[in-house]
């Protein structure tokens, strides 16, 4: 059993190393066509996505993203989550229905892992200690469940709703 564990977890830190290796390596041959040395053949198919690849925004820092995701998580608690007929409503449901569609037009993707808490648990567990919801983890999935908003929280009052990015693509 301590093998076949310990198996498991080489297994997902080989897998987790891939995939942190595959990041590096898009942004170091991003950062290689920003600078001019793509070594590509400099035709003009290519020269255009060079330049869409060097117009396109910064990264945002972590205490950006916490401000996108906050801002996203209030509009969709204020617009989208029904507390009769929605809750309770398993974590990833409400993040991949509800956050992310939430989030400011023209604004950056959505991306747990670059914020501050790097878990959405973690994400829901603070919302909660803020008083802006009840959150619980279900026994067998381990996923934290939203199980009531706090409509009164002064957060969510005092919250306008802004144009999301799904309201922007239709």
Not at 78 to 97: A, Y
Not at 112 to 140: F, I, M, N, W, Y
């Amino acid at each position: 059993e301590g093998e076949e564990k310990e198996g498991r977890v080489v297994k997902e830190n080989k897998r987790e190393a891939e995939e942190e290796a595959e990041t590096e390596r898009g942004e170091l041959e991003g950062e290689g066509e920003v600078a001019g040395e793509g070594g590509g053949s400099g035709g003009e198919g290519e020269g255009a996505e060079d330049a869409a690849a060097a117009a396109g925004p910064p990264p945002l820092t972590p205490a950006e993203m916490d401000a996108l995701i906050d801002r996203s998580i209030l509009h969709a608690l204020r617009t989208t989550v029904k507390d009769k007929t929605d809750l309770p409503l398993p974590g990833s449901i409400f993040w991949s229905q509800h956050v992310v569609p939430s989030r400011p037009a023209g604004g950056a993707l959505l991306d747990v892992k670059k914020c501050t808490h790097k878990k959405l648990s973690k994400l829901l567990q603070v919302k909660a200690t803020e008083g802006l919801l009840t959150v619980k983890e279900d026994r067998h999935t381990k996923e934290m469940v939203l199980t009531s908003v706090n409509r009164r929280h002064p957060a969510l009052t005092a919250f306008t709703p802004h144009e999301t990015a799904a309201e922007a693509k239709v």
